[in-house]
């Protein structure tokens, strides 16, 4: 079963590094999601991707994230310059039929610690 | 604003009672309402939805009854198995949004 699949699972990195999280999202589906939860809080919105462009990005999405398709399979997070409260766990998603069904297909989560 | 509160976990239960976990929202217009389940070691996969008042959404054996009168999508299982131990997260979307909005998730935990 086609499943969406991220990279690393787990990072840790100092305040201030640069950190790129990776995703392949199932090979047919057209919409791309980050979402990111800190521990103890709820799963929260970043970014919804569509036509090779940002189709909404929440206020956390500032000027220190960005995403980019740069192939037809991958689809990345990066932080720009990590702060401590940047630690969470990301994840990506996508879906075929857009964002209103609801239906979106998870992976498994990127887990960032910033030390 | 537009929200979604689930009971805290974790909740604990043996096998084959029956569990609740309760959902309660609160959103500007008409929201679709769903459950999310996470299995240890997976990703969210979407367990039910349903997209108007009094809609009943199912699948495993779970359902959900979207109440507006009392704005809530509780989830039931009326026998819970050992393999049904995951988190389980309560979430909304609107009609003018890309978004889902999440509750916190609430752990389940059946034993044997």
């Known amino acids: 079963e086609p499943e969406v699949t991220q990279t690393p699972s787990h990072q840790v990195t100092q305040m201030g590094q640069e950190v790129i999280l990776r995703c392949v999202p199932i090979?047919?589906?057209?919409?791309f999601y980050w979402y990111r939860q800190i521990l103890g809080q709820k799963v929260e919105f970043l970014v919804s991707?569509?036509?090779?462009?940002?189709?909404?990005k929440s206020e956390i999405f500032d000027d220190q994230f960005s995403v980019e398709r740069p192939d037809g399979s991958n689809f990345t997070l990066k932080i720009r310059s990590t702060k401590l409260e940047d630690s969470a766990m990301y994840f990506c998603?996508?879906?075929?039929?857009?964002?209103?069904?609801?239906?979106?297909?998870f992976g498994e989560g990127s887990r960032l610690t910033v030390l | 604003g537009n929200s979604v509160t689930q009971m805290e976990g974790p909740v604990t239960l043996s096998e084959e009672a029956f569990l609740t976990i309760n959902c309660t929202y609160t959103?500007?217009?008409?929201?679709?309402l769903f459950w999310y389940v996470q299995y240890p070691g997976e990703g969210l996969q979407l367990l039910l939805k349903?997209?108007?008042?009094?809609d009943k959404g199912s699948n495993k054996g779970f359902e959900a009854t979207y109440r507006k009168e009392t704005t809530s999508f509780h989830l039931e299982k009326g026998s819970v198995q050992v393999s049904d131990s995951a988190v389980y997260f309560c979430?909304?979307?609107?009609?003018?949004?890309?978004?889902?909005?999440f509750g916190t998730g609430t752990r389940l935990q059946v034993f044997p």
């Open positions: 998603a996508s879906n075929l039929a857009g964002p209103r069904t609801g239906e979106l297909f």
């Open positions: 090979s047919n589906h057209l919409y």
């Open positions: 991707f569509y036509n090779n462009e940002i189709s909404e």
């Open positions: 959103a500007t217009g008409y929201p679709s």
């Open positions: 349903a997209t108007k008042a009094d």
């Open positions: 979430a909304l979307t609107l009609g003018n949004t890309d978004k889902l909005i």
